[in-house]
């Protein structure tokens, strides 16, 4: 199951899942998240509305089917070319300690994404 049309589109649904993994959208997680979007997306890129769309669309996924969006995502732009670096997995981290620590969902939510993005980093 593929649903972004661009890898920058799908690396933001993650950076959403992250900071929603605690089921709070905590302010000082948007604010890493908008940072990080300054890296992802072309200057001129209304954030904003980038933002408030993936959150609508992360709010209406069908959560049971998280793993496999991520594998299926993965893959699909592996065959694209794109590289997947480790950056991946420090602004993650950056995104879960935000609102001043990490609770067990959190870890959770850590570990199942660190496993899948080191199996494509190592593909």
Not at 61 to 73: A, G, M, P, V
């Amino acid at each position: 199951m593929v649903i972004h049309s661009t890898f920058a589109d799908f690396i933001l649904f993650i950076y959403v899942h992250v900071s929603e993994s605690d089921h709070n959208y905590d302010p000082s997680e948007m604010a890493v998240i908008k940072e990080k979007m300054k890296k992802l997306f072309p200057a001129g890129t209304d954030l904003e509305r980038k933002l408030y769309h993936a959150i609508r669309e992360y709010n209406t996924f069908d959560k049971s089917r998280l793993n496999e969006l991520l594998e299926d995502s993965f893959d699909h732009f592996d065959k694209k070319g794109v590289a997947l670096n480790g950056d991946v997995i420090k602004d993650v981290q950056e995104i879960f300690v935000a609102d001043g620590g990490m609770n067990t969902d959190e870890a959770k939510a850590l570990e199942t994404l660190t496993k899948v993005i080191e199996h494509h980093t190592k593909s």
